[in-house]
């Protein structure tokens, strides 16, 4: 088990760009595969994107090309920069980790932050 803090969300106007963090509390990420999921009221949580403990990355189809995900194990941090945001994007991201199965399986994520909202509107 690992304690998850996201930190970084907030209003942007759409097209631009804000970072989110997620940071091991209290243990280490040392072989888990993260993913950063978002959640609107009425709709199931997806799966945004995901990195494994080797860098290996997924980005859904929709911020394909807007999203990054990235981590640097030394700090325990994983970060998703995300940019040219749009209204739809406005979601509760929960970042999430798990060393259960391959890093793009969803189901596998089993430890879970509270989540952070990112709201964009003008």
């Known amino acids: 088990q690992v304690q998850l803090v996201e930190s970084g969300g907030g209003l942007v106007q759409p097209g631009g760009s804000l970072r989110l963090s997620c940071a091991a509390s209290g243990g280490t990420f040392n072989g888990f595969a993260v993913g950063w999921f978002r959640q609107v009221p009425g709709k199931e949580r997806e799966l945004a994107a995901a990195?494994?403990?080797?860098?290996?990355?997924y980005e859904d189809y929709p911020v394909k090309g807007r999203f990054t995900i990235s981590r640097d194990n030394a700090k325990n941090t994983v970060s998703l920069q995300m940019t040219a945001l749009k209204p739809e994007d406005t979601a509760l991201y929960y970042c999430?980790?798990?060393?259960?199965?391959?890093?793009?399986?969803?189901?596998?994520?089993?430890?879970w932050g509270q989540g952070i909202q990112v709201t964009v509107s003008s």
């Open positions: 990195i494994s403990w080797s860098g290996n990355t």
């Open positions: 999430a980790a798990q060393r259960r199965s391959y890093y793009y399986i969803s189901s596998a994520y089993d430890n």
